[in-house]
């Protein structure tokens, strides 16, 4: 345990000095993010950030052997290593989608068959991969899902500090560290991106660390759910706006709230900023809701679905005065 404690520093050094090589290594030729339909960025910039986000992570769980789930490493590995693939060779998104679905059946079923069934595993596995695939949704602009993952996952670590649950909080306060590491190269203006190597095994931790916390006890199903509400939120109703207009959902677009935000002039920095404070609201909200009575947690569970409605229909209404103007 002495040597657990410094896994955070080791995660954040890690990934400041591996990113730091990536960025001036030929390595990052090969794995260009060219603007396209979906993007907010005018040139070609390096998406290999994720590569020194995980060696930082991987490292840092290293140095302190944390008592994971036997699943757990070889789920999150095969959802890197088809991440991987596509960032520097391409795969379709039907092979993607089958690896994300079966790495998440697997720790789904490593977790849950046995104590509440199948159809509690079926839930979980969708949760699981839809989590994955929304992180790279939301991976558009810079500095935003390197925030949500340091915002996350630190209130993942004090959530399991309070809780008692010393070594698994270091293991997301681990994750938060590398991800912060990463925004001195990401945030505006970006030298690199985190890649589909980053964002989709990152939106897989996040689901799945959730999933293994509330199996320990440290948290209530709905304190993941509110912690990366930002980015489930913003995801899942653009989702369901798409869906409704029968528009090809695998598609590149611009349509989420966050790129309205950039589009509308409020820009990379400032819809970060702001993203972020949206980020600590949520996080420090469900902190403060935990082991409070039942009925103060669904209160704030409910307050929170408000802000949200509130949000989202001010964005519209600006939105729709932006498309109308001449």
Same mark, same amino acid.
């Given at each position: ?8 520093l ?10 730091w090589?990536l960025v ?20 070609p ?16 769980? *290293?140095?302190?052997?944390?008592? $994971?789930?036997?699943?757990? &490493?070889? %789920? @999150?590995? =095969?959802? /890197?290593?088809?991440?991987? +693939?596509?960032d ?6 039907? *092979?993607?989608?089958a690896?994300? $679905?079966?790495?998440?059946? &697997?720790? %789904? @079923?490593? =977790?849950? /068959?046995?104590?509440?069934? +199948? ?14 695939? $929304? ?8 500095? =935003? ?19 008692g649950?010393i070594?698994f ?22 030298r ?10 990152l ?10 916390g ?21 995801a ?23 790129q309205?935000?950039?589009?509308l ?41 408000a ?20």
């Amino acid at each position: 345990m002495q040597y657990a404690v410094w896994a955070p520093l080791t995660a954040f050094t890690a990934t400041l000095f591996t990113v730091w090589w990536l960025v001036r290594s030929r390595l990052s030729r090969y794995a260009l993010d060219h603007p396209n339909a979906r993007s907010l960025h005018g040139a070609p910039v390096p998406r290999t950030g994720g590569i020194g986000i995980h060696a930082g992570i991987f490292l840092a769980w *290293a140095v302190m052997a944390p008592e $994971l789930p036997p699943l757990f &490493l070889p %789920a @999150a590995g =095969l959802v /890197l290593a088809i991440s991987l +693939l596509d960032d520097f060779r391409g795969v379709r998104v039907a *092979a993607r989608l089958a690896v994300h $679905l079966i790495a998440a059946s &697997l720790l %789904a @079923a490593s =977790l849950l /068959l046995d104590d509440f069934g +199948l159809v509690a595993v079926v839930v979980a596995a969708l949760a699981l991969a839809w989590m994955a695939n $929304l992180y790279n949704f939301m991976d558009g602009s810079d500095g =935003l899902a390197g925030g949500m993952t340091a915002f996350g996952f630190g209130f993942y670590g004090a959530a399991a500090w309070l809780a008692g649950s010393i070594p698994f909080a270091l293991v997301n306060l681990s994750v938060a560290a590398a991800a912060a590491a990463f925004l001195v190269f990401n945030f505006y203006p970006a030298r690199v991106f985190m890649g589909d190597v980053g964002s989709v095994p990152l939106g897989f931790l996040a689901a799945a660390l959730g999933l293994i916390g509330w199996q320990h006890g440290d948290w209530p199903w709905w304190f993941p759910a509110m912690v990366f509400s930002p980015f489930i939120i913003d995801a899942s109703v653009t989702l369901g706006r798409r869906l409704a207009r029968r528009e090809r959902v695998w598609e590149a677009h611009r349509d989420h709230y966050y790129q309205r935000l950039v589009q509308l002039g409020w820009g990379h920095r400032q819809t970060a900023l702001a993203e972020y404070a949206l980020m600590f609201f949520c996080g420090a909200l469900g902190i403060i809701a935990l082991g409070q009575p039942s009925l103060v947690q669904a209160t704030v569970v409910v307050l929170a679905a408000a802000l949200y409605v509130g949000l989202i229909v001010a964005i519209e209404i600006a939105w729709r005065s932006f498309k109308a103007a001449p």
